[in-house]
Structure formats: C-alpha cells, structure tokens
C-alpha cells in the first residue's frame, strides 16, 4: 500500500482539490467494482466446490455388478461397436481355452 502525500493538495486551489475529489471517488467506485467483481467469482468457486464434495459424498462406495460404472462403460461401448466387441469376445475366448489347454496339460 502506498502512503498519501497530503503535502501536495495543501498548496491546491480549490478546483483543483474538487477534481482530486471526483477521481479519488472515481477510484474508490472503480476497487468496489472489482473488489465485488472478486468476490462474486470466489463465491461462485466456493459454491461450486461444495457441490463437488457433495456429490462425491453421494456416491456409492461400493457398487455392484450391474451398476459399476465401468461396467456401463464396458456396456455402452459394446452397443456404439459392436462388431469390435464380438471380436474382442472371440479372441478373449480363444486365449482362456488355450490357457486352460496349458493348464490341463500340466
């Protein structure tokens, strides 16, 4: 913070210290607007924030089978490709038989 040199508006006449007036007003208005502007955003932060931890306070810890969210995924992205998903099955079926082939063998 920067300190007042009141020297300088004691030799000044009285137009001039009305005009110093009117922009120190000015300047008070201009930091209220942003001081406001600030403290609008920081507000809207911390809203946002608490609604974060909500949510999150809400959601299940644990899920089961049918409503994991990866397994949605999993379901959502079989029925966007399907033709990649039955591939993907059929070479996972392959590598379980020859996985269980190696263990019989054993």
Same mark, same amino acid.
């Given at each position: 913070?920067?300190?007042?040199?009141? =020297?300088?508006?004691?030799?000044?006449?009285?137009? /001039?210290?009305?005009?110093?007036?009117?922009?120190? +007003?000015?300047?008070?208005?201009?930091?209220?607007?942003?001081?406001? /502007?600030?403290?609008? +955003?920081?507000?809207?932060?911390?809203? @946002?924030?608490?609604?974060?931890?909500?949510?999150?306070?809400?959601?299940?810890?644990?899920?089961?089978?049918?409503?994991?969210?990866?397994? #949605?995924?999993? /379901?959502? @992205?079989?029925?966007? !490709? /399907?033709?990649?998903?039955?591939?993907?099955?059929? +070479?996972? !079926?392959?590598?379980? #038989?020859? @996985?269980?082939?190696? !263990? =019989?063998?054993?």
């Amino acid at each position: 913070m920067k300190t007042i040199n009141y =020297d300088k508006y004691s030799t000044m006449s009285i137009k /001039q210290l009305i005009s110093a007036l009117n922009n120190a +007003e000015k300047k008070q208005t201009k930091i209220k607007e942003k001081l406001k /502007q600030e403290l609008s +955003e920081v507000k809207e932060l911390i809203s @946002y924030l608490k609604s974060q931890i909500k949510s999150s306070l809400n959601k299940p810890r644990f899920y089961e089978l049918h409503n994991a969210p990866s397994i #949605k995924k999993i /379901q959502k @992205y079989e029925n966007e !490709n /399907q033709e990649l998903a039955e591939q993907a099955r059929v +070479e996972l !079926n392959k590598e379980l #038989k020859s @996985y269980a082939n190696e !263990n =019989d063998n054993k």
